[in-house]
C-alpha cells in the first residue's frame, strides 16, 4: 500500500515537472529569467520556478522588502525596558524551505561566495541556525539584485 502510494507521488511530481518544463519552454521571457536564476550557485531549477511563480516582486522591491516577504529578515521585539533578540517569522514558507535547500547546497559545495559567508559567520561564533538563516538572505538578496539588473528579467 505505501509502496503503491509513493508510485502515484512519483507520477504526480513527474506530471509537474513536464509540465513546469513546457511552459518555460512556451514562454521565452520565463526561460531567460529562470535559465538567469540557475547560474546562481544553489539555485537550481526547483528553487528558480518557485521563486518566478511564487514571488513577482522578486527585482522591483528593496533587499530588505524581499527578505521580508521570505521570511528571513529579523524583526525586533522591544517592549519597554526589555531588548529581546531579533526574531525571523512571516513570510512565504513553502519559498523559505527551498531556499534553505538551495543555501545546504551552495555551503556543501563551498560557493566563493556563500560558503565563505558562511564559514565566516560560523568562525565569529554564530549558531548553525543563525548563519544558515542570514545565509538565505544573502542568497534572495542576491538573486533580487540580479532581477533588478539584468535586462532578462525586464
Known amino acids: 500500500m505505501l509502496e503503491q502510494r509513493l508510485r502515484i507521488i512519483a507520477a504526480d511530481i513527474a506530471t509537474l515537472d513536464t509540465a513546469m518544463r513546457d511552459l518555460l519552454k512556451a514562454t521565452p521571457s520565463l526561460r531567460k529569467r529562470h535559465d538567469r536564476m540557475c547560474k546562481v ?9 518557485a521563486l518566478l511563480a511564487d514571488l513577482p ?30 526574531k525571523c517569522s512571516g513570510g512565504r514558507k513553502h519559498l523559505r524551505d527551498i531556499a534553505y535547500m538551495a543555501a545546504l547546497s551552495a555551503i556543501k559545495i563551498k560557493d566563493p561566495i556563500l560558503g565563505t559567508f558562511y564559514q565566516r559567520l560560523r568562525s565569529n561564533g554564530k549558531t548553525f541556525k543563525i ?24
Do not use: M, W, Y
Open 41 to 49: 550557485t544553489g539555485v537550481g531549477p526547483v528553487l528558480a520556478t
Open 131 to 154: 548563519a544558515i538563516v542570514a545565509t538565505i538572505r544573502k542568497l534572495i538578496t542576491i538573486l533580487n539584485a540580479i532581477a533588478k539588473t539584468d535586462p532578462a528579467f525586464t
Open 57 to 86: 516582486e522578486l527585482g522591483s522591491v528593496s533587499s530588505k522588502a524581499i527578505a521580508a516577504l521570505l521570511g528571513v529578515a529579523p524583526h525586533a521585539r522591544q517592549s519597554g525596558s526589555s531588548n529581546c533578540r531579533g
